[in-house]
């Protein structure tokens, strides 16, 4: 089989394709026979050494993926031969056949495409995650989705609305937000010439917002929760913009706000009850069309390091596949 490997640390361009032997499933495991596998903006971290997870080398990137099981362990039960699959692996997506648990994999509705599945497990995933259990989103309530037009951002976006929210997509650009727009969000910050707390203030008429989700960290963490409502909720996602902020703690104090950590890789290893209800929530809401898991591209395994520059350079808009 064809596999994207890194076998030294680095950017994408250092990855190679290689032929490797098929899988052959264990006991406990079965063999899936890729149909896409999803690229996040972690796989840019990962494959340089610089994420929390550091699987051994050679590995390949790849954190999710949907196909077909084609080969069953012996003491498996609930998945055969045939049953279409997505699952979130953490990397080793990115070939043309990858062994996994059947824990680590959900049935896919056949309403729902394959490419749509693979490419909606940890962003809609960490979102429904997010907002619905660590931020406790209720109806009614205003969100400030940071960087709106990237994967998890409209993932944000798409998944707020369902919960009832009033969106606001805070992004970089006119058309990052136009993006948005048409995803669902109600209102607009362009923070590359706006101050995002003035504006996200004068949009909610002085009130300030109910919870702010923020994959991208930086000076934008400090402005945005400067901007959040009595009893606000700050989610922190991750840091797209490089840099880990220090907040001044006085901040929260004052507003009786609290800041919450959003791990959802540790919440699928250590609550994975919850997470599988969580994703065939989602895989119902895109198979009934009320989420769109938008993707942006789809590229041959051979593409796979393009996809990952793509990330890397925030031109992405939706998901960046690769074929298997």
Not at 121 to 150: C, F, N, P, Q
Not at 210 to 218: E, K, L, S
Not at 275 to 287: G, I
Not at 300 to 317: C, D, F, N, Q, V
């Amino acid at each position: 089989m064809k596999a994207v490997l890194c076998e030294e640390l680095g950017p994408p361009e250092r990855l190679v394709v290689a032929d490797l032997p098929d899988p052959e499933p264990g006991p406990h495991e079965v063999v899936v026979d890729v149909a896409f596998a999803a690229l996040n903006f972690f796989d840019s971290l990962i494959i340089e050494g610089r994420y929390q997870t550091k699987p051994a080398l050679p590995f390949s990137p790849g954190g999710e993926m949907a196909g077909v099981v084609s080969a069953v362990g012996a003491k498996v039960e609930g998945l055969a031969v045939g049953d279409r699959v997505a699952g979130y692996l953490g990397y080793g997506g990115c070939r043309e056949k990858v062994l996994a648990r059947p824990d680590q994999l959900t049935l896919v509705p056949e309403e729902l495409r394959l490419d749509r599945a693979a490419g909606l497990i940890i962003t809609y995933g960490t979102t429904l995650h997010a907002l619905a259990d660590r931020g406790g989103l209720k109806r009614g309530e205003t969100l400030a989705v940071l960087g709106a037009s990237g994967g998890v951002g409209i993932a944000a976006v798409e998944v707020g609305k369902r919960l009832g929210a009033r969106v606001i997509a805070c992004a970089s650009s006119p058309e990052k937000l136009e993006f948005a727009k048409r995803h669902g969000a109600d209102a607009f910050v362009d923070y590359s010439h706006e101050d995002l707390k003035l504006r996200l203030k004068e949009l909610t008429d002085g009130r300030g917002v109910d919870v702010v989700y923020d994959p991208i960290g930086g000076d934008y963490a400090e402005a945005s929760i400067r901007a959040l409502a009595w009893r606000g909720r700050h989610l922190v996602i991750g840091f797209a913009a490089g840099d880990i902020p220090k907040l001044p703690l006085n901040i929260p104090m004052l507003k009786g706000a609290d800041v919450r950590g959003v791990f959802w890789g540790a919440h699928v290893e250590r609550e994975p009850s919850a997470h599988r209800a969580e994703l065939a929530r989602l895989f119902d809401w895109a198979a009934a069309g009320e989420i769109s898991a938008p993707i942006d591209a789809v590229l041959p395994l051979s593409g796979t390091a393009e996809a990952i520059g793509r990330i890397k350079r925030r031109e992405a808009r939706g998901k960046i596949l690769v074929k298997a």
